[in-house]
């Protein structure tokens, strides 16, 4: 197993960040400050320079600094015991090259996975409460990092199932009906749809097998977690799949049933989690499921992701600080940034528990090291 | 280094003065405006192009003049390959040196030219005029494909290259397209990936673009 450092982070005219440039040791890097000072922007840059977006549902033109036209991002880390440098210079609306050690990668998919992040805050709550749409995003996400032919399926079918919708609407607008086009397009998400679905359908078996275990260590509770995917093609493939919803395709004017309908359902003692847990379950439920993210996305590449914690301690006494925290050291993970609105309790928790970490200040958006553990 | 500087601050400050609207002549602004409506060519460029016509024999820049319009106004596309064409035939199909039992299908006439250059090919071509795309409101019937069928049905080709760039809207095409030649007696290849997955057909260099050509691969649609 590999791990991966950041050693330097700049920022240019990211979010609150003019430009400033900052430096990071081994093990948990704890970021405290009040809050909208500009701690959490820290780790969506460094979300951003790992999977080429935000984690928060922002399009690139809002994470520009006021008054600004381009962003910028750098990170120098340490990867397989080698020095990198990646960059994003993004200029809103025309143009997002990514590069590694200067060299612009020609499409930025190329990219995904090869600094692998997993990001954790307090919204992720929507992953159980939430749609399943927030569920399918996060398959999705954990796929796309780890496995390049997924994100090539993934953005394949959501391409082809546009075009299969525009196509089924020109029909409702008077457009003549030629069934070779549909044949044309179904052809192609066939293939596609299937691999999703079957690499949706094995990850979720080995992660609930992961949640379990963490669920039980975080919460000491008897619950069991536990889930089931249901797919639109658990009984069929696509081409029937399909067939089967032509007539009410046509009347629709767009795909009634496909992947873009998939559910994660997930479960405590058997009732869906989505409607019976307490606060204090769903909690403690998001993070057994987040970290199992991480190790998933830890054992599937071989290599230890960056892991960013944003504001997960909040209302939590010093204790549960500590329980989690010792949880986390118990699991392999690599270098952790951690951000707080508690100047004490985090860095007095690793001081106790004998880990490395570096403390730094944030001030509206002017970041100062405040002791080295 | 300081002398320089200046000299550039002045030549852009005059450059300003130009090529904001306040031309002494109100020829010079149209012709200016004319040039700036082509694409690639700034207002910088274009005041360029318009002073250089200044310093040439009227007779040579009457005679640019009637190029640029007799191009538009007598310009055809060729009614067999839909290439452009002075006649109702381009010179490619008028060439009876050329293989006529091979066709190969393109999205434009510039895929045509980049594929020219290569000289790697001598057989006939097919232009579509685009690939099917219903995000764009583009179906089969605003493409030459009926044509083509047509000209499959009549001239009996023993081959038909799809030389249709590899993305997915390309290959929904080569796949219609296929599909409706399923049951007429020609074989049907695709040219061979040498050409960057998502590229443009435009982009590729002539070695990979020829060689593909020549190291086409068949073609199967399902075979239900
Ligand atoms: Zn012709």
Same mark, same amino acid.
């Given at each position: 197993? =590999?791990?991966?450092e950041?050693?330097?982070?700049?920022?240019?005219?990211?979010?609150?960040?003019?430009?400033?440039?900052?430096?990071?040791?081994?093990g948990?890097?704890?970021i405290?400050?009040?809050?909208?000072m500009?701690?959490?922007?820290?780790?969506?840059?460094?979300?951003?320079?790992?999977?080429?977006?935000?984690?928060?549902?922002?399009?690139?033109?809002?994470?520009?600094?006021?008054?600004?036209?381009?962003?910028?991002?750098?990170?120098?880390?340490?990867?397989?015991?080698?020095?990198?440098?990646?960059?994003?210079?993004?200029?809103?609306?025309?143009?997002?090259?990514?590069?590694?050690?200067?060299?612009?990668?020609?499409?930025?998919?190329?990219?995904?996975? %090869?600094?692998?992040?997993?990001?954790?805050?307090?919204?992720?709550?929507?992953?159980?409460?939430g749609?399943?749409?927030?569920?399918?995003?996060?398959m999705d996400?954990?796929?796309?990092?780890?496995?390049?032919?997924?994100?090539?399926?993934?953005?394949?079918?959501?391409?082809?199932?546009?075009?299969?919708?525009a196509?089924?609407?020109?029909?409702? /607008?008077?457009?003549?009906?030629?069934?070779?086009?549909?044949?044309?397009?179904?052809?192609?998400?066939?293939p596609?749809?299937?691999?999703?679905?079957?690499a949706?359908?094995?990850?979720?078996?080995?992660?609930?097998?992961?949640?379990?275990?963490?669920?039980?260590?975080?919460?000491?509770?008897?619950?069991?977690?536990?889930?089931?995917? %249901?797919?639109?093609?658990?009984?069929?493939?696509?081409?029937?799949?399909?067939?089967?919803?032509?007539?009410?395709?046509?009347?629709?004017?767009?795909?009634?049933k496909?992947?873009?309908?998939?559910?994660?359902?997930l =479960?405590?003692d058997?009732?869906?989690?989505?409607?019976?847990?307490?606060?204090? /379950?769903?909690?403690?439920?998001?993070?057994?499921?987040?970290?199992?993210?991480?190790q998933?996305?830890?054992?599937?590449?071989?290599?230890?992701p960056?892991?960013?914690?944003?504001?997960?301690?909040?209302?939590?006494?010093?204790?549960?600080?500590?329980?989690?925290?010792?949880?986390?050291?118990?699991?392999?993970?690599?270098?952790?940034?951690? =951000?707080?609105?508690?100047?004490?309790?985090?860095?007095?928790?690793?001081?106790?528990?004998?880990?490395?970490?570096?403390?730094?200040?944030?001030?509206?958006?002017?970041?100062?090291?405040?002791?080295?553990? | 280094?300081?002398?320089e500087?200046?000299?550039?601050?002045?030549?852009?400050g005059?450059?300003g003065?130009?090529?904001?609207?306040?031309?002494?002549?109100?020829?010079?602004?149209?012709?200016?405006?004319?040039?700036s409506?082509?694409?690639?060519?700034?207002?910088?460029?274009?005041?360029r192009?318009?002073?250089h016509l200044?310093?040439?024999?009227?007779?040579?820049?009457?005679?640019?003049?009637?190029?640029?319009?007799?191009?538009?106004?007598d310009?055809?596309?060729?009614?067999t390959?839909f290439?452009?064409?002075?006649?109702?035939?381009?010179?490619?199909?008028a060439?009876?040196?050329?293989?006529?039992?091979?066709i190969?299908?393109?999205?434009?006439?510039?895929?045509?030219?980049?594929?020219?250059?290569t000289?790697q090919?001598?057989?006939?071509?097919?232009?579509?005029?685009?690939?099917?795309?219903?995000?764009?409101?583009?179906?089969?019937?605003?493409?030459?494909?009926?044509?083509?069928?047509?000209?499959?049905?009549?001239?009996?080709?023993?081959?038909?290259?799809?030389?249709?760039?590899?993305?997915i809207?390309?290959?929904?095409?080569?796949?219609?397209?296929?599909?409706?030649?399923?049951?007429?007696?020609?074989?049907i290849?695709t040219?061979?990936?040498?050409?960057?997955?998502?590229?443009?057909?435009?982009?590729?260099?002539?070695?990979?673009?020829g060689?593909?050509i020549?190291?086409?691969?068949?073609?199967?649609?399902?075979p239900?």
């Amino acid at each position: 197993m =590999t791990t991966l450092e950041v050693h330097s982070l700049s920022m240019t005219n990211f979010k609150s960040y003019e430009a400033e440039t900052y430096s990071f040791g081994s093990g948990f890097q704890v970021i405290v400050g009040r809050n909208g000072m500009g701690k959490t922007n820290v780790l969506d840059a460094l979300h951003y320079l790992g999977l080429c977006r935000s984690y928060f549902p922002l399009r690139d033109s809002e994470l520009l600094r006021h008054g600004s036209e381009f962003f910028r991002l750098e990170a120098s880390i340490r990867q397989d015991g080698r020095p990198f440098t990646y960059t994003a210079k993004v200029v809103p609306g025309s143009r997002k090259d990514f590069e590694k050690d200067k060299n612009t990668y020609s499409t930025l998919a190329e990219h995904i996975g %090869q600094m692998p992040v997993v990001l954790i805050a307090p919204n992720d709550t929507e992953i159980i409460s939430g749609f399943s749409e927030a569920r399918r995003k996060f398959m999705d996400q954990t796929l796309c990092q780890v496995d390049q032919t997924y994100l090539a399926h993934l953005s394949s079918y959501n391409r082809l199932l546009l075009q299969r919708n525009a196509y089924l609407k020109s029909l409702l /607008q008077g457009k003549r009906y030629d069934p070779a086009v549909l044949e044309a397009i179904d052809q192609q998400l066939s293939p596609s749809a299937e691999y999703i679905a079957s690499a949706r359908r094995t990850f979720v078996k080995e992660l609930l097998e992961l949640v379990r275990v963490n669920y039980q260590a975080i919460s000491q509770a008897a619950e069991q977690p536990s889930g089931i995917y %249901q797919g639109a093609l658990d009984e069929s493939n696509w081409s029937e799949l399909m067939q089967q919803n032509h007539s009410t395709d046509l009347r629709m004017g767009r795909t009634m049933k496909g992947l873009h309908r998939d559910e994660l359902v997930l =479960t405590l003692d058997q009732h869906p989690a989505r409607r019976f847990s307490s606060q204090g /379950q769903l909690k403690s439920l998001v993070f057994a499921l987040k970290i199992a993210q991480f190790q998933y996305t830890s054992s599937v590449m071989g290599r230890i992701p960056l892991l960013l914690l944003d504001d997960i301690f909040d209302k939590l006494d010093q204790y549960r600080v500590s329980a989690l925290l010792t949880f986390l050291v118990d699991q392999q993970v690599g270098q952790v940034f951690i =951000t707080d609105t508690d100047e004490d309790r985090v860095p007095e928790a690793l001081l106790k528990m004998k880990q490395a970490f570096r403390t730094f200040h944030v001030h509206e958006s002017q970041i100062t090291e405040v002791t080295t553990g | 280094m300081m002398e320089e500087f200046r000299k550039k601050d002045l030549i852009c400050g005059l450059a300003g003065y130009f090529y904001g609207m306040n031309h002494s002549s109100r020829l010079l602004q149209e012709a200016v405006e004319a040039f700036s409506t082509l694409p690639g060519i700034g207002r910088k460029t274009a005041l360029r192009l318009a002073l250089h016509l200044l310093k040439q024999d009227a007779e040579q820049v009457d005679h640019l003049g009637d190029a640029i319009k007799r191009f538009r106004r007598d310009i055809r596309f060729c009614q067999t390959c839909f290439n452009l064409a002075d006649g109702p035939q381009c010179a490619i199909c008028a060439d009876t040196h050329r293989n006529r039992k091979t066709i190969c299908v393109v999205e434009s006439v510039r895929d045509v030219m980049a594929i020219e250059e290569t000289q790697q090919y001598r057989g006939l071509y097919h232009v579509l005029g685009g690939v099917i795309n219903p995000l764009d409101g583009i179906g089969p019937e605003q493409l030459h494909i009926d044509s083509l069928v047509g000209r499959i049905r009549s001239d009996q080709p023993e081959e038909i290259i799809m030389a249709i760039s590899p993305t997915i809207e390309g290959e929904t095409t080569i796949y219609y397209i296929s599909r409706l030649m399923r049951d007429l007696p020609v074989r049907i290849s695709t040219i061979a990936r040498g050409v960057a997955f998502g590229g443009e057909l435009e982009y590729a260099d002539e070695i990979t673009l020829g060689r593909s050509i020549m190291s086409r691969i068949p073609y199967a649609t399902n075979p239900d």
